[in-house]
């Protein structure tokens, strides 16, 4: 476990040219920062005796020369950095790496490897050497922190999967029973079936909650998808049995498949859930409710009941630079459309108000963008669009 640095500093340096670490150690001397004290400086000349003294020190910092007599290039830090995961006796520092080398390719590999900076060698002096060590320690530092944050969130995460699942799923299992037993008799149900609905809805919030824990707003890797065959796999995940989808897309984008597929089944699920009472059922609602007897609904609009049919449509199609949801519910005023993407919002009954910030936040992490506009049947759009996200 790495200590926090205090006013003095213990770093390693890791370099096998005797004249670039006498040049090193002289501009960390003869810094004149006020932020801390010069470092003690250990030097060791290959990449095993910098592991054996790792393991042997408390050191604050590394200073990495790429070219070593043991290790060579980018190769070099990522066996520094694996060792000092996979060993219990080496603390994870914060690595600053040195080179003579001008290379942006494997400055940038150096940074994606772990690295806090890069500098070269040939343009050192101690004002830019005290600044890389110490942004790189406050850094590490954020970075500690933020595995510490991401740990407890994650410990959260189980603790609400394991431990109020298991409750809920007792609860409805007793219920479902006690219905049974009631089935065929002259005792209501009606106090059950709420009982049993309102837990289903609790579980349906725990998996969304799980969801933003564990997601997050990071995208690992991406790949080559099928939009539309993970539209329709999307689609099937989706309980709709009175609604339709139509998908009118082609081609391939670069994305991580589960996430996206996520997105499409959150946005499909809002549409579904706030489409349910469409524009001309309610205008039919509205009629009945003021005496109007003049509107009456389609023939192709009734169920089996009279009724009318409270399903959506919903399409998939391409805009320039990305794909659109729409539907042909009852759209989102314009007035709430800066809302619909906050945790929390929601207008239907038995919504979690947590689906469209979950798409908002696999959007961001793909570095996407996200709007809301009215579709040409009058309900909502969603838009999702990136440079080179409409290429096909």
Known sequence: ??????????????????????????????DTSTVFDPPNLTHVESLTAAVDRLAGGDFDLVLLDLGLADSRGIETLERLEERMASRDDVPLLPVVVLTGLTDDETALRAIQEGAQDYLLKDNLDGALLERAIRHALERH?????????????????????????????????????????????????EHIDEAIDALGRMEVLVDDLLDLARDGRSVDEVESVDLA????????????????????????????????????ENLFRNSVE???TSPRL????????????????????????????????????????????????????DGERDEIFEVGYSTADDGTGFGLDIVAEIVDAHDWSITVVESDAGGARFEVTAAGLGDR
């Open 141 to 189: 530092r954020q970075e500690r922190r933020l595995k510490r944050q991401n740990e407890r969130l994650e410990r959260f995460a189980s603790i609400v999967s394991h431990d109020l699942r298991n409750p809920l799923n007792v609860a409805q299992g007793r219920l479902s029973h006690e219905a049974g037993e009631r089935e065929g008799t002259d005792v209501s149900t």
């Open 282 to 333: 309610q205008a039919l609602e509205d009629s009945v409710e003021h005496g109007s007897t003049g509107s009456r609904p389609e023939a192709d609009d009734a169920d089996e009941s009279g009724g009318v049919a409270d399903g959506v449509t919903i399409t998939v199609g391409h805009v320039e630079d990305g794909f659109y949801v729409a539907d042909d519910g009852p759209g989102i005023p």
């Open 229 to 264: 065959d993970l539209v329709r796999a999307a689609w099937d995940n989706v309980e709709a049995p009175e609604s339709d989808l139509h998908v009118d897309v082609a081609g391939t984008v670069a994305a991580d498949p589960s996430r996206l597929t996520q997105l499409f």
């Open 1 to 30: 476990m790495p200590r926090e640095p205090a006013d003095e500093l213990d770093v390693l340096l890791v370099e096998d040219n005797d004249g670039d670490a006498r040049l090193i150690r002289h501009h960390l001397r003869t």
């Open 274 to 276: 706030h489409g349910s």
